[in-house]
């Protein structure tokens, strides 16, 4: 994990949902990373121009609700990816990725806080938007 910058977040339970609160995921501790994803799949999945996720260690994540899921397969590798969903209002709560299963990644959105620690790695900046801005300090990767 990177030092310097980034502020430090409170090492007890953070808790992440779905828009109607139905599909909730609670991860302890700090994130292992914070990235910001430019690809055009994650433009695609969140109707953004970029998604934005923390990985937690998946012991440190607890998951409940309903959900289903979604399986897309990676641009660079094909390598695939798991995403689950609230199967009432449709709001991805997290994913993982296979050949890293031991991480789970949340959407940094649905945990509904301002103050969430900012990207520290951001990815595919070959299809970033050009008017996006990406912290100073984050490591770039295309």
């Known amino acids: 994990m990177r030092s310097g910058k980034i ?7 953070q808790r992440a949902s779905c828009s109607c609160g139905q599909l909730r ?3 302890v501790g700090n994130p292992a990373r914070v990235s910001m994803c430019h690809c055009l799949a994650c433009q695609r999945r969140t109707g ?16 409940t609700g309903e959900a ?10 094909d390598s695939e990816r798991r995403f689950f969903f ?3 209002c449709g709001s991805t709560v997290y994913y993982v990725t296979y050949g890293n ?3 789970v990644a949340i959407p940094v959105g649905a945990f509904a806080d301002p103050e ?9 900046e070959s299809r970033r938007h050009s008017w996006v801005s ?3 300090d984050a490591e770039r990767i295309d």
């Open 7 to 13: 502020r430090p977040m409170n090492a007890g339970e």
């Open 25 to 27: 995921a609670t991860a």
């Open 48 to 63: 953004s121009t970029y998604g934005v996720q923390a990985r937690f260690p998946r012991p440190r994540v607890k998951i």
């Open 68 to 77: 289903r899921e979604y399986v897309r397969y990676a641009d660079e590798d």
């Open 86 to 88: 609230c199967p009432k």
């Open 101 to 103: 299963s031991d991480l």
């Open 116 to 124: 969430f620690r900012a990207p520290w790695v951001s990815v595919w």
């Open 134 to 136: 990406v912290p100073p």
